[in-house]
């Protein structure tokens, strides 16, 4: 191999090592067993929770708790996007300390990860277009509904065999966005959806949508961990509850979701 080849592609190996160190999450600390750096893995299409504005800036109701709870902390934080139906992967590897986006509790995450207390509450939408025939959930048999993969969603479905067998099809999108937006051109009879997410989208349409059942389950989101990172997990609950205790939570809340659905954290 020629020198100038050896050289390009030792350079190539160089680069792609730091790329990959870029995106890795901080290892914690030996004396507090807390990094000093959180790294949070999110999905930045979920809005309100985290998602780019007109700008390409990310903002959302788990943005703002993340950088006040930054501040508590005296911890910087890095908000970086992830492949949401892989979230799981990218914690346990250290390509992200933590998953904070509407992430929602499950038994099922519960055997992975390590949750924060829960600090706001979330219900599964069935949501239709204004003039669809669709008035509840029998009116699904044999037609297509679209979801999020690696949503709570799934999680919903799965816990309802009989709705889910009484479809036609189920369609997984990369977010709840394009869910919508097919949901509007007609390619699909309904969206299974996140409460705040579903609501906010609805009133940013409005008269184009109506949700015609929410019966497929309640459910609360919490700040996901590794399991091993006690310190952290006890730090986060710490600086969470301050933040309910002083009506910080209640007040974004109403900022980004209209009215107060936070739960009060001890």
Request: aromatic share 8%.
């Amino acid at each position: 191999m020629k020198k100038r080849s050896i050289n390009i592609w030792m350079t190539l190996v160089i680069v792609m090592c730091v790329a990959v160190l870029a995106g890795c999450g901080h290892k914690p600390s030996e004396t507090t067993g807390i990094p000093d750096k959180i790294i949070i893995g999110m999905d930045d299409n979920f809005p309100p929770m985290g998602f780019r504005d007109d700008q390409g800036q990310l903002v959302g109701f788990d943005i703002d708790v993340a950088k006040e709870a930054s501040k508590r902390l005296g911890i910087p934080v890095e908000f970086q996007s992830i492949d949401w139906d892989s979230k799981e992967a990218a914690l346990k590897s250290g390509q992200v300390d933590v998953l904070w986006n509407g992430l929602t509790i499950t038994p099922e995450r519960q055997k992975v990860i390590a949750f924060s207390k829960p600090y706001m509450k979330n219900d599964q939408l069935l949501v239709v277009r204004s003039d669809s025939p669709i008035h509840d959930k029998q009116d699904f048999s044999g037609k297509c509904i679209g979801t999020q993969e690696g949503s709570s969603s799934i999680d919903a479905l799965n816990r309802h065999k009989d709705f889910q067998r009484s479809l036609k099809d189920v369609k997984k999108y990369g977010d709840y966005v394009n869910a919508f937006m097919d949901l509007e051109v007609g390619r699909i009879d309904g969206v299974l959806v996140d409460s705040v997410v579903g609501r906010y989208y609805m009133e940013k349409k409005p008269g184009k949508f109506k949700v015609v059942d929410k019966s497929l389950g309640e459910e609360t989101f919490g700040i996901g961990m590794r399991k091993e990172d006690k310190p952290l997990q006890d730090k986060m609950n710490k600086v969470m509850a301050e933040l309910s205790r002083d009506g910080t939570l209640s007040a974004l809340s109403k900022k980004w979701l209209g009215d107060d659905i936070t739960m009060k954290i001890q």
